[in-house]
Every structure is written in C-alpha cells, then in structure tokens.
C-alpha cells in the first residue's frame, strides 16, 4: 500500500532523511517511532505531499506522490502535529468545510459529520466553537477532520498528545475501527504503551535512517497464545490442526505448543472451552504480548 524507496530530504544545513526505504501492508497499522529529531515528522510531511524531497519515491497505492500530489491527497488523511482549527467556526462547520474541501457532496455532508463525529465522541460538540475546546477535544476534532473522507491511508503525527488516559483508549479502539473497515495507518508517537495496544508493525527511525522494521503482529485480529499441557498428548498436532480459527506455530514435544488464534476474546473462550472438552490436560493457555517498548529499546541501544 506504501513504498518508500530511498528518499533523502535536506532542510538547509541537515539531512533529515538519509535514503528511507520502507515497504507498508494494506490493512496494517505501524508506528512510526525514533528519538526527538528522528525525522518523523519530516517523513509524514513527505508522504503527505507537503514537502518536496531532493530525491526518491512514495508511492500510496500506486500513486507517485511527488508527481501526483492532488490525487494523494484524496486517499490520505493526514493528521500534522500541530495543527490549526478555524476557532470562530463550530465543530460542526470545521467539519463540514473540511468535507466540502475533500470534495464529499452537500447532501453527504451531514451523513460524513455524523460518522466521524460518532467514531471521536464529539457528537455533543458539534455547535460548540472550535475555539472553546479543551486541548484533547481540539485533538479529537482535529482527527475527525482527517478521516472524513473515509482516506485509503491515515497518516497521523502524535495523535495521542492532549489526550486523557480514556480519550487514549477510545483512539486505540478507533484506529482498530479504521482498521477493519480496511484503512492502512502510519502513527507517529512517543507513547510505546498505547502503540503496542493497536499496532501491527513498527518502524524505527533514527537520525534520518531507518533503522528497523519490524512486524508486532501477524494479524490484527489474531493473537499468539502458549498452550501447556499437563502431560504429552501424542496426537496433539493432528488434533489441533482440526480446529477452525487456528494455526500451530510451534509444537514442543506434544506437551507445549504456540499457536496464532483468530477472532475476539470470546472466540478465544470457545477454543479454550473446546480444548477442554477433548479432554486435553491444559494447564495453561495465556495470551503472548510483544513487548514493543523492550523491543524498540533494544533497537536503540543495539544500534548506538
Ligand atoms: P520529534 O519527535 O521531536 O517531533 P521528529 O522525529 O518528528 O522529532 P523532525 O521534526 O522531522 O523530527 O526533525 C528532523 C530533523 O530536522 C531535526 O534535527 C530537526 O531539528 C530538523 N528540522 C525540522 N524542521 C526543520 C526546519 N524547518 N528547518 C531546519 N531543520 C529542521
């Protein structure tokens, strides 16, 4: 969905991107994380079409941004770090001018609103003056501004920032949201804690260079669990094999086995439930978290 193929961009004394070449599944969510000055921000603004690199290529869904910046625009929403809202104008007007700007008709416009209004729980806002909210309110709007015109790719620059802890937690659940209905998203953020709630890929950035590229998760939608038995069971391949929703990973003498589980925590209850009633000895069936903060330290320090 995104390639990057060796971009450098230069402000007048620095590289700040030093031949990036990273490649993007559809459907994914990766953070984009690095070091203050890492260059995040100067990536977006690339991928965004709102600099113009001294060379290389972005392609968004086949789309060359550098030659073709208007058409990209149309299937990317881009959420800058800063960023400004039209204060003396109510939320409801921010949103409407901004769907009339991504070229959604008059008569959808009200249908647009109320979807993403709905998604950022600001539908209660919406005859508030823009200039009124709170700093996590401004955020919010500022999000639904970006994702009105239901974007193929979301690029967003510390969208967390200002947030309350429940605000966090409702934009975690948003972006799995966007996710599902088939957006690929790019999230630059300092919060490890929260990326590591939806991301599926993570992307280091340091000092221009991309330093690594990493997959957290195999699918958005399917969890690693360890399952231990309390003794072997002989057939324990053949028979898990059988299984809707699962794949096995890894199988240690019939006795514990990894395996990739698909479907929410009460499909998970069911597999649990029907492990059991084959009169499988678990002893033990616990979800497997990676842990993107150890990982990107690693990174880091593996890197210095
Ligand atoms: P942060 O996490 O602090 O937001 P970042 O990873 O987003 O940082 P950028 O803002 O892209 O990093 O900056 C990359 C480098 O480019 C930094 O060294 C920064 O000082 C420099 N830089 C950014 N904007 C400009 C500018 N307009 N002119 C000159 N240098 C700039």
Redo the contacts with the bound molecule.
């Keep these: 969905m995104i390639n990057v193929d060796r971009l450098i961009f230069e ?2 004394n ?1 590289r ?1 991107l030093d031949e990036v070449s990273f490649y993007i599944p559809q459907g994914s969510i990766t953070a984009l994380v ?1 070091p ?7 990536l977006l603004r690339c991928m965004a079409a709102l600099e113009q690199p001294v060379s290389g290529d972005i392609r968004i869904n086949n789309i060359d941004v550098l030659e073709h910046p208007r058409e990209c625009h149309r299937i990317i929403g881009y959420l800058s ?1 800063f960023f400004g809202l039209y204060d003396r104008l109510t939320v409801r007007q921010c949103l409407h001018y901004v769907a009339r700007a991504q070229g959604i008709a008059e008569e959808d416009c009200a249908a647009a609103i109320a979807r993403v209004s709905k998604g950022l729980h600001i539908t209660d806002r919406l005859d508030v003056l823009a200039g009124t909210l709170s700093r996590g309110l401004r955020q919010r709007v500022a999000i639904a501004q970006a994702i009105i015109h239901s974007p193929r790719v979301v690029l967003l620059d510390e969208p967390a920032s200002g947030l309350d802890p429940e605000a966090r937690h409702e934009l975690a659940e948003l972006f799995l949201e966007l996710q599902q209905q088939g957006m690929t998203l790019l999230v630059s953020s ?1 919060i490890l804690a929260e990326l590591e709630a939806y991301s599926t890929d993570m992307l280091v950035l340091r000092e221009g260079k991309i330093i690594e590229q990493v997959t957290i998760k195999a699918h958005a939608h399917a969890q690693d669990f360890k399952l231990v038995l309390a003794s072997p069971v002989e057939n324990l391949a053949t028979l898990l094999q059988q299984i809707d929703k699962i794949k096995l990973l890894k199988n240690e003498y019939n006795q514990t086995v990894l395996l990739q589980v698909q479907g929410d925590s009460l499909q998970q209850h069911e597999l649990l439930k029907n492990l059991l009633a084959q009169n499988l000895p678990v002893c033990e069936f616990a979800k497997i978290t990676s842990n993107l903060q150890d990982t990107y330290l690693e990174t880091i320090r593996h890197r210095s």
Excluded: R
């Design positions: 402000y007048p620095l700040a690095g203050n000055g890492a260059g995040k921000t100067t770090d300092h």
